[in-house]
């Protein structure tokens, strides 16, 4: 075990990228994972678990105003033959220009504005978490070099 030092967004990052790798095994992810590996995602799966919660918590109102201002993106994009609003390259499309939304999208940001404000400050904060340090040679071989730079913390160095 080992006590690492962490900013917050990176134990979000940590337990995205667990959540992950514990669906291999299923039908989704069939990629069969070693006994003592599992056993490593699950230990600190837990161990983080709090700590994620009391983030995510934190992060409610960022999520309130990223759904109403998507509802705002959806009510003024132009919209196609059936209604639907039309995404282009996953940008909503007759918005640059429209008056409309521009007062309405100014309005919501400026009333999350501090809300917003203080979950980065949260997630630039560090928190120290005990983690069960996992030997290189169990994780697995098909890891991506970006899952594996997030899970350095988790490594054991022998």
């Known amino acids: ?92 499309q007759g918005l640059r220009d429209n008056e409309e939304f521009r007062k309405e999208i100014d309005a919501l940001s400026d009333e999350y504005e501090k809300s917003i404000e203080g979950v980065n400050t949260i997630l630039s904060e560090e928190t120290a978490i005990d983690f069960y340090e996992i030997p290189l040679d169990d994780f697995p071989e098909q890891i991506s070099v970006g899952e594996m730079e997030v899970l350095l913390p988790l490594v054991k160095e022998e």
């Open 1 to 92: 075990m080992s006590e690492k030092t962490l900013k917050k967004s990176e134990v979000l990052a940590i337990n995205a990228i667990l959540a992950r790798i514990s669906k291999d095994g299923t039908e989704e992810a069939p990629t069969k994972l070693s006994r003592r590996f599992a056993y490593g995602i699950a230990k600190n799966s837990r161990r983080i678990k709090d700590e994620v919660e009391s983030i995510q918590e934190a992060m409610k109102p960022v999520s309130e105003y990223e759904q109403k201002r998507i509802d705002l993106c959806k009510k003024y994009a132009d919209k196609d033959d059936e209604g639907n609003p039309i995404l282009k390259d996953n940008v909503y």
